[in-house]
Nanobody
Framework: QVHLVESGGGLVQAGGSLRLSCAAS????????MGWFRQAPGTEREFVAA????????YYAAAVQGRFAVSRDNAKNAVYLQMNSLKPEDTAVYYC?????????????????WGQGTQVTVSS
């Protein structure tokens, strides 16, 4: 019932920046959290950041704290992930996700709706 589309991925050199966007449509009133996850080849999907759809709370994984910033624009039904000081280990497919209920924000099981992902590649 919620459709998510990511954009903004690409190839960037270490130390550079990218901004990912996630556009939501459908029953967006049901969204409680919007989250960002990533998955590198050969690894399991990991939590990156999350933001309350209503309210001001944001949350970050330790690996990206201080470098990434998540924000939202409810009027546009969009969430963003500003990624600065990118490192090669940030290379992954990045997914946005929507959680319809109050659940642990860092758990992928809290999120019922997922985008298709956008590739971020950081070169040395």
């Amino acid at each position: 019932q919620v459709h998510l589309v990511e954009s903004g991925g690409g190839l960037v050199q270490a130390g550079g920046s990218l901004r990912l966007s996630c556009a939501a449509s459908g029953r967006t009133l049901s969204i409680y959290y919007m989250g960002w996850f990533r998955q590198a080849p050969g690894t399991e999907r990991e939590f990156v950041a999350a933001i309350r759809w209503a309210g001001e709370s944001t949350y970050y994984a330790a690996a990206v704290q201080g470098r990434f910033a998540v924000s939202r624009d409810n009027a546009k039904n969009a969430v963003y992930l500003q990624m600065n000081s990118l490192k090669p280990e940030d290379t992954a497919v990045y997914y946005c996700a929507a959680a319809p209920n109050y659940q642990p924000y860092a758990s992928e099981y809290a999120y019922n709706y997922w985008g298709q992902g956008t590739q971020v590649t950081v070169s040395s």
